[in-house]
Nanobody
Framework: QVQLVESGGGSVQPGGSLRLSCTAS????????MSWYRQAPGKERELVAA?????TYADSVKGRFTISRDNAKNTVTLQMNSLKPEDTAVYYC??????????WGQGTQVTVSS
């Protein structure tokens, strides 16, 4: 059973940094593409960054966010720098199997406000 547990969310002032972590269990982590999504109030969930065969970022976070994975520890991390108020959202960890099925974490709130 796939289990994804996010941590590291919180409140920060504009320009600050946060580091989100997702710890995975119940599957062969190295075989899965991992990604971070976010959903702001009243908006659809959107892809933030993904790491699998290639690493991709949403245009809105390029140069500010960095996704990385540690296959030995079954973790995927999102380092977020130069945070802006528009980065405020619930951030979700996602695992995609080789067959395309997706699993989600419970989400962690990130609030950027002065």
């Amino acid at each position: 059973q796939v289990q994804l547990v996010e941590s590291g969310g919180g409140s920060v002032q504009p320009g600050g940094s946060l580091r989100l972590s997702c710890t995975a269990s119940g599957f062969t982590f190295s075989n899965y593409a991992m990604s971070w999504y976010r959903q702001a109030p009243g908006k659809e969930r959107e892809l933030v960054a993904a790491v699998g065969g290639i690493t991709t970022y949403a245009d809105s976070v390029k140069g500010r966010f960095t996704i990385s994975r540690d296959n030995a520890k079954n973790t995927v991390t999102l380092q977020m720098n130069s945070l802006k108020p528009e980065d405020t959202a619930v951030y979700y960890c996602n695992a995609r199997s080789p067959l395309g099925s997706r699993s989600w974490g419970q989400g962690t709130q990130v609030t950027v406000s002065s």
